[in-house]
């Protein structure tokens, strides 16, 4: 058996410090390896233009193996093995090569708006679906080869324009998450439908594991129970959602559950009250619901959200004497926090920078002592 270090893509993001990978992200290299394969076969094909096809065993006793990670971020070493009894002739593993060559040359002309088509046949864009897919904002892949003094990086955007450059595509997949109803499943065909808060509804298909979780959502409908469903959703060119692929993960939500009531709010406009009242910015509720997401525990009871004539939010708690109201503008990433004592009249009042983490903790300290105190 032959070794040799073939690739070493350098994975950047947050997910990817301290030397880890996402279990999902094998994936990514798996289909790579798929791509590489393809791409090696039309490379022989080009030297051999009196072929149709590769020949028979072309790959056979040939594979690319996860070998090691190196310092950097996560630098996953992959390497072409070939076993000691392989009839795989030597002289191939240069397709194998330029087959690599090709697939990091496609994704550096696709960073620099170049023709990617020059590097890549047209049928083999289409393994780029599945490659990346997984990727967040603010993450990339690094590619480079021995010809290359920067690296390739593959982001989330760069693959969807190498999906894109195939004209025989016209939908692509990503990973998805959306919040709906649900209006009706199909308990014979696995199958239902998830309302948006646009009215839209999304077709979807359901495996056994996650099939409660929709029927109780079902159930609920007339109540206005909401899922929160995560998985493999089809979009096409204009990046409009056409159906969910695969449910990965599907839960039941809170009534009070922030991401979904702030998606209500967006579909305010100017005018909103009365001919009066501005509509929160996209950009303001987007913020704010990171911020949640990333500062406020789940075991905390959630306030309700109310939109104000101002643009901003206006978040309420009601806990044992206590009313509490925290007034957001989501502009200005900062909050007025105002706390009523009903049976003493007591109050307080704070301003809070939301930027910051300690006004954070600060607020989650207040309702959680006043949650156990009225516990």
Known sequence: MTTRPFLRPRLTGARFEGHSIPLEFLKDLAVLEEMIV??????FLKDHPGRKRSPRGFTEGIEMKLTGLEDGSAIPVISL?????????????????????????????????????????EKTLSYFDRIGRSLRDGEAIEFTTSTRSTPAKLTKEI???????????????????????????DQEKMTFDVQLIDGRRIPATVGAQHLDTIIDAFNGYRCGSRVFLQGIGRFNRNERLLSFDSIEHASILDPLDIPARLDELRTLKD????????APSQEGLDWLSQ?????????LPLPHLYPTAEGGIRAEWSIGQNEITLEIDVGAHS?????????????????????????????????????????
Not at 88 to 109: C, G, K, L
Request: charged letters at 30%.
């Open 271 to 278: 005018g909103w009250l009365e001919g009066q009242g501005c």
């Open 291 to 299: 911020a949640f997401g990333q500062h406020y525990p789940d075991e």
């Open 81 to 121: 093995v070939v076993a000691a009894t392989s009839l795989f002739p030597p002289d191939n593993q240069a397709y194998f090569e330029r087959a690599r060559d090709s697939v990091v040359n496609a994704i550096a002309a696709a960073e620099q708006n170049q023709s990617i088509t020059d590097h890549l046949p």
């Open 335 to 375: 909050g007025q926090w105002h706390r009523l004592d009903i049976d003493s009249d007591a109050d307080e009042t704070k301003t809070l920078k939301l930027d910051k983490p300690k006004d954070w903790k600060w607020l989650v300290d207040q309702v959680r002592q006043l949650t156990g105190d009225a516990a």
């Open 38 to 43: 393809e791409v090696a076969k039309t490379e």
């Open 159 to 185: 693959r969807r324009k190498l999906v894109l450059a195939s004209s025989k595509v016209q939908e692509l997949t990503e990973d998805t998450t959306i919040r709906g109803i649900v209006p009706e499943a």
